[in-house]
């Protein structure tokens, strides 16, 4: 007889009632994942996962493959007097509401990601496919220049500037020149630096093939080019994307093109001198890829915060977002991703940095609202995940008692069906059915003598499980039925015959029918009479 384990025990219930190894759970029950998974369960995710970092822009949710228009969105967001003209048009249209609602979001609100889908919806924009983010900056200028006059202005003053060019013979001196808008400028990497690029693709002389001088039909003319009007806001679109007619596809320039704090337009502007404050302008915004094509792969935004008195970077990856105390270019060597857009702002500009630009009241106050309901909906959450968490940690304790408590202490006993009892044992979560001792019933409606289905166990522990689990019927001492102990006993008296059993064992059979045996008959154990 073992208190606790037999040594014959495999694993599987044996027949031993003391012996709960074969119960028993062999780990640990990982408690707090349960109870994560319980909370979750019945209070949904926890809210204040989205609750805003003190000091941190909000993130924009990709819907797909929304990250050019979310790395789009946050550069124009920190673009002051951009934000500052979006709030002030008096909305008339879905898609600046969109944009008012957003961006008034991004400012007031408490949450650290937003769902620009609403706003994507307005545009019609099919969020599961990328499009070059170039090519969507610019239809979302011209885009806002349809919606309003206004925005119109606000467009051509930020972001307009005019570029010269004059086509010349250099045989006969024959020329003419040419102007052009732009709101963003292409540029090729013929260069190092960003510099070398500009210069290269403005002072450069181009020759036209094609375009035979209309005086000496020489196929001499050039091209060459300077910016008449510098635009406010410069956006260079580097030039990675390279159309290979060849492979009628485009293949990507990888080449690492160098850029500082800032730029020096005046060896690209007309009548410009070195040095000359028109000239200098301030790098503000990095949009970066990552990939090989420009409708696919990854975008993401490096965008400087400028407050009243200090200035940060932040790097914007949708939702994702992070800070950099210093300028973060170069790029640390083995970064994978590619500068693809450069915003720059002229520093005689002077925007209000002071963060007071307003949005429309009826937004701040229904952005108010939701925040409120949003630290309601986390009080909530916090009171009723607590409860569950106090209740099954409670019961996890009362768990671990009973636990530890199976084996009777005394002389009172229960019975219990040892296969419920492995299973409450063994529980990873908290079961609920009640004890099934109908299960070790004999033929006669009594306690079987089928000791691979049960075991003893304590007071405390069968009163712990009445209470909470229900059950039955209640089978202790004195609970075994006669007319199947008499039948036993005769068996084992003649098995004894067959085996060579120790001679105090034998003896114990021979006395009374107290013998215990398995189902293979292989194993004997003799006990006090029960
Ligand atoms: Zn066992
Ligand atoms: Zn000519
Ligand atoms: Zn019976």
Redesign the pocket.
């Known amino acids: 007889m073992y208190n606790g384990f037999s040594e014959t025990c495999t694993g599987e219930i044996c027949s031993n009632p003391l012996c709960y190894r074969c119960i028993l759970s062999d780990r640990k029950r990982d408690l707090q994942m349960f109870i994560q998974k319980k909370i979750l369960k019945t209070c949904g995710a926890d809210p204040s996962f989205h609750l805003k970092y003190e000091n941190l822009p909000v993130g924009l949710k990709n819907l797909g493959a929304t990250c050019y228009m979310n790395t789009v969105l946050q550069c124009l967001y920190f673009t002051p007097s951009f934000k500052q003209h979006i709030y002030s048009v008096e909305v008339k249209e879905n898609t600046l509401f969109q944009l008012q609602k957003m961006y008034a979001s991004l400012q007031y609100g408490i949450r650290k990601d937003y769902d620009p889908k609403a706003f994507a919806d307005s545009l019609n924009l099919t969020t599961g496919i990328q499009q070059d983010v170039q090519e969507f900056f610019l239809l979302f200028l011209s885009y806002l220049e349809g919606i309003d006059e206004r925005l119109k202005k606000m467009v051509n003053e930020l972001f307009l500037g005019v570029q010269v060019y004059e086509n010349f013979c250099s045989v006969c001196n024959w020329k003419s020149e040419g102007v052009s808008n732009f709101q963003q400028l292409s540029v090729h990497l013929d260069g190092n630096s960003i510099e070398e690029c500009m210069d290269q693709s403005f002072c450069k002389v181009e020759q036209l093939f094609d375009f035979p001088c209309p005086d000496c039909k020489n196929t001499s003319v050039g091209r060459r080019g300077k910016i008449k009007n510098l635009p406010t806001i410069l956006n260079i679109h580097l030039m990675r994307f390279v159309y290979d007619p060849s492979l009628h596809a485009k293949y990507k320039v990888h080449k690492k093109i160098s850029f500082g704090k800032t730029l020096d337009l005046s060896t690209v502007y007309e009548g410009g001198s070195p040095g000359e404050p028109d000239c200098l302008y301030t790098l503000y915004s990095v949009i970066c890829h990552y990939g090989e094509t420009a409708n696919s792969g990854h975008y993401v935004a490096f965008v400087l915060e400028e407050g009243a008195t200090t200035s940060s970077w932040n790097f914007f990856d949708d939702i994702s977002v992070k800070k950099y105390s210093s300028f973060p270019f170069p790029l640390p060597a083995g970064t994978q991703l590619t500068p693809y857009i450069l915003m720059y702002k002229k520093q005689q500009f002077k925007e209000d940095k002071s963060g007071a630009h307003t949005a429309p009241k009826e937004l701040v106050e229904s952005i108010q609202r939701e925040s409120e309901q949003f630290l309601d909906d986390i009080k909530k959450f916090k009171f009723t995940s607590n409860l569950i968490k106090d209740k099954l940690e409670a019961g996890y304790l009362q768990y671990r008692e009973v636990y530890a408590n199976l084996a009777p202490v005394d002389e009172k006993y229960y019975w219990i069906n040892a296969v419920w009892l492995k299973k409450w044992c063994r529980q990873e979560e908290p079961i609920s059915e009640p004890i099934n001792n109908s299960e070790i019933l004999?033929?006669?409606d009594?306690l079987?003598f089928n000791l691979n289905k049960m075991k003893k166990i304590s007071k405390l522990a069968w009163a712990y499980f009445v209470e909470n689990y229900g059950g039955g019927p209640v089978f202790t001492k004195g609970s075994a039925?006669r007319?199947?102990a008499l039948d036993f006993w005769d068996r084992a008296k003649a098995l004894a015959g067959k085996f060579e059993i120790k001679a105090s064992l034998t003896k114990a059979c021979k006395k009374k029918p107290s013998i215990f045996k398995d189902n293979d008959l292989l194993h004997f154990y003799a006990s006090r009479e029960w």
Do not use: G, L, N, R
Request: glycine residues 0%.
């Open positions: 004999c033929e006669h009594k079987s039925c007319e199947c």
